[in-house]
Every structure is written in structure tokens, then in C-alpha cells.
């Protein structure tokens, strides 16, 4: 039987779990590829820090180049821009397959390595860079290859969808559930990539890739984190049906000149029927819309070093497959190109929920801002207190589709009447 | 460019969709494959049936065979075993690709199938065979090809999931929930194959032998039904947090002698928090637990023409591209042999519902029969007739796993007290 030599870049949470498969899986894994996968190395900063499973010494060396050259196959684990991405087009150079779980680089840099690698005509995947364990990227390159996909909206967080999940359980607040998820290890001292949505943007830019065969990057990405959602906007949404969860959001607009794919990340209501309404706790999901399958939803561990380390190895054993039995590589996601279309072209329905004073007219005059501005109402819901008086009442919109310009000027408008007491909320709206 | 003829078997609710997305999106699968797939013709029983699309007459036929034998690619969407088995022989001897979406067909003969296939070193892909549009066969052939399989559960027959939602939302009897899926086209005329769960057994059995890489066939497969659901089960599910489901069930159990794979199809009671109890309507879904992955869910339509049509043409275009770019053949599922669990083997949680007369010692004397029967029980819950005379209390039960016949021997034994009204319910229960 052959021998592949695997280098492993990288010795942390999910490489620690990688070299462990590799080490106690070596049987099964060779039935099923037709060829041994042989650990040849391990490329670490420091020879000697602790590790989370227990490996010979003499496997570790800080001499990733070299590591490289000699290797069938690249596991880069290391995470960063540098030096993966040298490393990377090192393996490259030297017709290594490349198998990757580094999102931040993918998502600043992975049309350059795609062609990079598709020029070689060496293998690059990277399925453990989005949605941890999910099998997501694959289904979306083969399994729709004969359809066409129009949206996607994922919840590729797991610190936020926990957050999110405790607020609407027990009322907490924002600052609360955010201790309690760093106490519990779901969110790092430094919550700022997670809670500012900075890494959901970075998986919206390689799902949106994928989805429309073209390259977007982090750039391209609106952003908006939950820091600023509160425990009154989450009582607010809940008794209208609604739950608020952070998603990446790559949708196709319009068609033609007018048309492209708005790539972005909100905070956003979903109906409580909807199912990523039901992805509780620290999961993730990813919601497929196409044009002849209709809805999908593919459904997972986003992280943690084992599950990551389930997706990286069926890279492995697709790739080394693909090495044992010949045949080309998988091609390169981008195809085509698809105009980014900017956030003051996108339309989403709106929620939003306003104090006024208990009067006649308030509703009519509130609802002529909405028509002045073209937007559109679906529904309204209004909450007058029991007592009758002092207490303001409540309006609350779902409105349908329109422009963020239009909603800006609507929500304007709407402040500088003299019946509003307040704006307390303004949140878009998917799923309805 | 290369041209790839493609023969289409049947032109019911699915092929004539995979007919209309051939010749609507020919540019755009002719750049996404690299040759033009060229529908060369379409075997029917009679060409002048009337159709859903608008096809020329001139591409009918009813010479099946001649069609096979002048392809490259084979659409097999007829249904049933015959002509479908022999067509497809057919084409697989004149070294024809061949996708189809027969689920009877695969359950029945799966196996054989596919090592003619391998054999003669031809694709055979059939993604449309189990919940329709969503990808799953391939995720786990492929995605999970670094990872174990241990349990994979599915709500795959939708006409089953609508009948139960409704029952679940509405509070409806199963007769009358059967008549309205039946007058909404949810439902067929005869709805046995559906409702006694033989359709999801078939799938069940696909499932299974794609997830444990051995042969399952449709006699292995434990089957029963939910006409014998009641809407009295559905609200004491619902009183204690759970929602009834009929779910295809493939589960590892056990190691070495005593081990084996179970495969059966029964309603079953979930916490309302899993994510397979958010599956609405006619969706289906499936859900896999791996041993590094952990918990997966792939979710979408499981029927209808134009979803299946996605999966049958996802299927195309891989198959396509395998043509065009060379390379082999995906290897079969089955590469090993796992032994069939039978159902007295197999355990699992039940939900037992009782009617007891209100008097002291009954929770004891009921206690003391699952002890003797060495059932360890999870949760109890009393519900006393608020009057206080005259009407039965109810006591229900959720166990920790026990094998069926523990659980028969227990209900038997209580059946057989005094102080025992009667037996309400017993359901087994999954994701506890």
C-alpha cells in the first residue's frame, strides 16, 4: 500500500485533535483512502509548549519550510495572514494539496490562492473554515452544481448565536450574557472579532464566494455587531413572534445593470417558526435558498477543536483520494464575476418599535411618514398601557421590503414628530 | 465543445423538471460542466401523455433501450423495479453514467446495483433517492469520509411530518388530519406506503447502508407507522415538553459480538428544543451524530418535482464533469459488513402514559414494577384532577434507555395492578 507523507502546520486546539485522528484512526483511514497517511511533522513556534494530546517529540520541528517540501499533502492549522499564506503558496510551489481551515486568510486573500493553486493544478480546500464541523462548502459546490443559489443567511458565530440565545431565554442583558458566555469559554476576554461580527463578515465573504461563483473579500462585507442589542429589543421581538440572531446575509439583487450580491452582517429578526430561529446555544447554521431546491439548511458544531478537526479530515481523505486514484483537482470557486452591490441598494423589511404619547392621530400621522417615504407597512401592532395614563404606548412595524436610504428617512422623519415620546428599536427583518 | 448525450427514463412530476432546467439552463450548465449536455430523448410509456412542461414531441420515445445505448449519461426516473433495474443494467453494460432518484429500486437492490456499477467502472449517483432536494448522500460519503458515523435519525416522508404538525398545531385527530394532507395533494388517495412508514423505511434503509458503509435492505428494517397516533398523545407530548415525530432511525449499538446496526422507523417523542422538532410542514431533514462532528442536520424539501430535479441535476453535473475531466469512478458505498441489531436488542427511552385511580401507593406500586424489570426511569410526572374525586390522575413516565423487551415485560406487569385505569400511551423517545 502507498504512503502519503502529512504535514501538519500548526499545533493548536484543532491540529492537536487532527494529529490525534491521524495517530488512532490510521487503519480505518487507510481502508478508506487506499493509502497510508503518514504524519511526517508537526510546524510549531516552540518545540516544547503543552500540547492537548499526547505526541512523540521528535514528531515537532519549527522548520515549517522544510517540513513542506517533503509533504503529499499541507494541513495548515496555523491560523493569521503570516506565515500561512507563505506556507501555503510554498506547498503550492512544491505540488503539495493544501488543506486549510483558515478563515481570516481565506476571507482577505482566497481568490489569489484558488488561482494560485488551480494554476498548479494541486488541490486547495478548506471546508473547516466555515461553520466548523458543518459540511457546508461542498454541498454548496456539488451537491446545487446543477442549480442556482439566490440566498444565503448564516448564523457562522457561535459566541453571538449563545449570547443572543441567553438573552431570549432568561431577559439577561447584553453585558450579562456576554460574562457568562466568557466565564462558560464560549467568548474570549477580548470579544471583539465575535460580538462586533468581524468573524461572521469574514465567513459571509467565502460563503458569498461560493455561492455566486465570484470573489468577494472582507472588505465587501457591511457589519454590524450585537453589542448594541438590548434585552428590551429582544421582549420586543419575542412578543411579536420574532427572535433576534446575528447573521451573514449573501443575497442576489436585482438583475442586470441594477442587479448584484449585497454580502452582510446584522443583527436580524427571524419568525420564531423559521428554522434558524431553532439553532440554540453555541451552534451554527447555514440557510440555502436556490432556485429549484428551494429552501435548505445545513446545521452544526461552528467550533471546537474536535468537530473543526471532522471537517478537516474529510479534506484529507477527499484529497488524498483524489492523490491514490488520480483524476482532477476540484476546480476553483470562482467562475464568474458578480457585481458587489452596496448597502444603500440592498432592500430588507424593517421592525421597528416606537413610544408615543397615548393620543388620537398618532397611528395616522406615524403611517403618513411611512407613505411619504414609500415605505411600505405589513403589519402594525400597538400596545396601550392598562392604566390608561402617564405611561406612553407602544407602536411597533414590520414593514415590507424597501431601501435602507428610505428607511433612514422614514425612522428621521419619524423622531422629529411631536407625538413620539422615542425610537426604541430599528432592526431588519428576514424570513417573513 | 465537448458534447455529452444524456438520456432521460420517464417524464412524470421530476423528470419533466429535469427536461425544462436541461433546455432552460443549457448555457449555463454547458460552462459549469465544460460540454454541452445534449437531451437526446425521453423514454415514456405513451408519447402523447399530456405533460407539465412543454417539451417537442419528437425527443419521446418509447424504445427505452435503444435511448440507453446511444448515452453517456442516463437519467432513470421512472420508478419501481422493472424496466427500471433492467435499464439501468443496461446501461451500466453499454458503460453509461447513470443517476436516478429510485428509492424503491435501491432499497430492494441497492447493493447489487452498486458493485455493477464499480465493476464496470461507471458513476452511479442517486442524491435525489432519499429527502429529495437536500443534499445528504453526499455530505456523508464525502464531508464525513474523515469521521465515524454513529447514529443518523431523519424525518424523511413529509406526507407523515405534515400530518403530525398539523395534528401537533391544531390538536386534530389523525383521520382528519390525513383527510386535509389529502385534499391539500400532501396526501395520496391510498396513503398507506406513507402513513405505515414503508416509504421511510426504504430511504431508512439507504441511509443506513451509506452511513455504516454496509448493505441494508428494506426487510432489515424495523416499520411501523402513525395512524395510531392519537391527538390524546400528541397533547400529553406536548404537556411534557416533547413533539411527536416519525423518524427513520440507523444507530451503531454496542461493540464486538453483542454490537450491530439497528435500522427502524417508529413515531418518536423529541424535547421540543431538538433541532429535528422545528421541522415544519412537508420539510424533511436528517440529522447525523458523528464521533468528531458531533451533531449535523442537512434540511429542506423532500419531494416535489422541481426540488428533486436540483438533486437529480447536481448529480448530472458531477457525473458531467467526471466525464469531461476523467478521473474515477466515486467508489461504492459498501465496503464492509455490519451486522443487522434486531429490535429486541435495541434500546431506547419510552414515554409510558397511565390513567391510575387517585389513591395513596399507586406512584409506589407502579415505581416498584420498573425496578423489578430493571427500567431505570428518567422523569416522572403527576397530573391530579383538580376536583379531587371521581377522575383518574395521570402519571407519566419518561425511562433512561431499556431494551424493548424490558419495556414490554414492564407494561405487561403494570396492565396486571389494581390501581392501573389504564395504559395511555407508550412511545419511544429519542435526544433526551
Redesign the interface.
Known sequence: MKTLKVALLGCGNVGS?VAR?LRD?AE??A??VGARLELAGIAVRSVDAPRDVDLPRELFTTDAEKLVEGADIVIELMGGLEPARSLILHAIGHGAAVVTGNKALLAADGPALYGKADAAGVQLSY?AAVAG???IL??IR???????ITKVMGIVNGTTNYILDEMDTTGAQFADALADAQRLGYAEADPTADVEGHDAAAKGAILASLAFHTDFDLNQVWCEGISSVTAEDIAAAQEAGFVIKLLAIAEKIGDGADGGVSVRVHPTLLPR?H?L????GA?N?VFVE????????????GA?G??T??????????TA??LV????AA?GSA?GRVPELPMDKVTTSYYIGLEVSDQPGVLAAVARVFADNGVSIETMRQTVPADGGGAAAQLRFVTHRATEAALAATVEAIRGLDVITSVTSVLRVEGV
Open positions: 485533535q485522528i484512526d480505518s483511514l481502508s478508506r471546508e464541523a458543518i459540511p461542498l454541498p456539488d451537491s446545487l452544481a446543477g442549480d442556482r417558526r428554522p430561529a431553532a439553532v440554540h451552534f447554521a436556490a432556485e429549484n431546491a428551494g429552501e435548505l439548511m445545513f446545521y452544526g458544531q471546537g474536535t468537530p478537526a471532522s471537517a478537516v479530515m474529510g479534506d484529507v481523505v477527499r483520494r483524489r486514484l488520480g483524476g482532477p476546480p467562475t
